[in-house]
């Protein structure tokens, strides 16, 4: 079974630039989870949709970034204008269903620098 | 806000040696999971442990959890080089929304 799989691995940036991250989860998986990864600290939550919609987007700094799941299957985060403390790594994840036992399953991040 | 603090921040220890790591939580709690994630890398779930469970075992992990106090430890028994990485407690806030810790980084030394 393919993982999750996400592009690009890395992208540097010069800041007010835009940047879109791809993420394709697990076949049949229909949550799909958004991290934010500063260095030194774990996860934290951006986005999460179930199928094509997004339940939770609280954490999500809406005046620059979109994300979108379009037919419930691959997804896209987007950033516009970058700023420099955006630099950090985008974690994709997705679990078959939401639920507390659900074990999320994680891609191996896209890392972000903005010059 | 991270629910999950893990302790120590960093742990070096020489390979075949017993890894102990502990995490604190602030509120209660269904589940707790472990997570490992190597430099550069995804995360990987490595054991959930019930809120009606004490001790759990996977291999060479061992969780427990002691819901009075709001901590869990993860120990690694046996270590070897490929366990280093940095692990991560996870709970469950608000709507199913799963909060992750700042990690323990972990370095087995040959």
């Known amino acids: 079974e393919a993982g999750v799989v996400q592009s690009p691995r890395y992208k540097i940036i010069e800041k007010k630039q835009p940047v879109a991250f791809w993420c394709n989860p697990i076949?049949?998986?229909?949550?799909l989870y958004w991290y934010l990864q500063n260095l030194g600290q774990g996860p934290e939550l951006l986005i999460r949709?179930?199928?094509?919609?997004?339940?939770?987007d609280s954490q999500l700094p809406k005046d620059r970034f979109s994300a979108e799941r379009l037919k419930g299957v691959d997804s896209t985060l987007k950033i516009q204008p970058a700023e420099l403390g955006d630099s950090a790594v985008y974690l994709c994840?997705?679990?078959?269903?939401?639920?507390?036992?659900?074990?999320?399953?994680f891609g191996p991040g896209t890392r972000l620098l903005v010059l | 806000s991270q629910q999950g603090e893990e302790d120590p921040q960093a742990l070096s220890i020489q390979e075949g040696e017993n890894a102990t790591m502990n995490c604190s939580y602030k509120?209660?709690?269904?589940?707790l999971q472990w997570y490992r994630q190597n430099s550069g890398r995804g995360l990987v779930h490595l054991i959930l442990?019930?809120?009606?469970?004490r001790e759990k075992h996977s291999g060479r992990l061992r969780v427990t959890l002691d819901t009075s106090k709001k901590s869990s430890s993860l120990l690694i028994t046996a270590s070897r080089a490929a366990d280093t990485a940095s692990y991560f407690c996870?709970?469950?806030?608000?709507?199913?929304?799963?909060?992750f810790g700042q990690g323990t980084r972990l370095t087995i030394n040959p």
């Open positions: 994840a997705s679990s078959k269903r939401t639920g507390g036992d659900e074990t999320q399953y």
């Open positions: 949709y179930e199928n094509e919609e997004a339940v939770d």
């Open positions: 076949s049949g998986h229909n949550t």
């Open positions: 509120t209660s709690i269904n589940n």
């Open positions: 442990i019930r809120s009606n469970e």
């Open positions: 996870a709970v469950i806030q608000g709507a199913q929304k799963l909060v």
